[in-house]
């Protein structure tokens, strides 16, 4: 890992440089073209970043004042817990900085604002074809066996 890397919560100033990480997060995704999300969508995606009373909370990693990755995250109640758990939804690497410990560093990150905020428990989900991805998720938590179910409303 490359230590010129840094770790902080995204600002208003970063939309700029956020702006294609999500898109190229969404893309991975399948999110593109005639499939992406609506504008709307993405305007108030990063609203709730800048609203303090949101529950959604998002990080960039930075090499100097360059914007390299993302990772967005929330808490939210369990039935099995006493305290909230963290959703790690967005994890995004842009793709030359890749293989250089960004993802784990910002998964990290994401581990210590859970631990600070008391949630119990972080977790997230990714696509069975995400080799690269699920190699370092392997490293860093878990895999339980769950397969994720979803209907569209």
């Known amino acids: 890992m490359n230590s010129r890397y840094s770790v902080r919560a995204v600002t208003q100033a970063d ?21 992406a999300l609506a504008e709307p969508i993405t305007a108030a995606t990063w609203a709730r970043f800048q609203d303090p009373a949101e529950p959604v909370f998002a990080l960039v990693c930075a090499l100097g004042d360059t914007l390299v990755g993302l990772a967005h ?15 790690l939804q967005d994890l995004f690497t842009h ?10 560093l910002l ?15 972080v977790y997230w989900q990714t696509q ?19 397969i994720v179910y979803s209907h569209a409303l």
């Open 73 to 87: 995250y929330l808490f939210h109640r369990s039935t099995t817990r006493f305290n909230d758990v963290c959703y």
């Open 128 to 146: 069975g074809s995400n080799a690269a991805g699920r190699a370092l998720y392997d490293q860093v938590a878990e895999h339980q066996g769950f």
């Open 107 to 121: 998964i990290e990150s994401v581990y210590d604002a859970a631990r600070r905020a008391g949630a119990g428990r």
């Open 15 to 35: 939309y700029a440089q956020w702006r294609p990480l999500w898109d190229g997060y969404n893309a991975f995704y399948g999110r593109a073209g005639e499939r």
């Open 95 to 104: 793709p030359d900085h890749r293989g250089r410990g960004i993802g784990r």
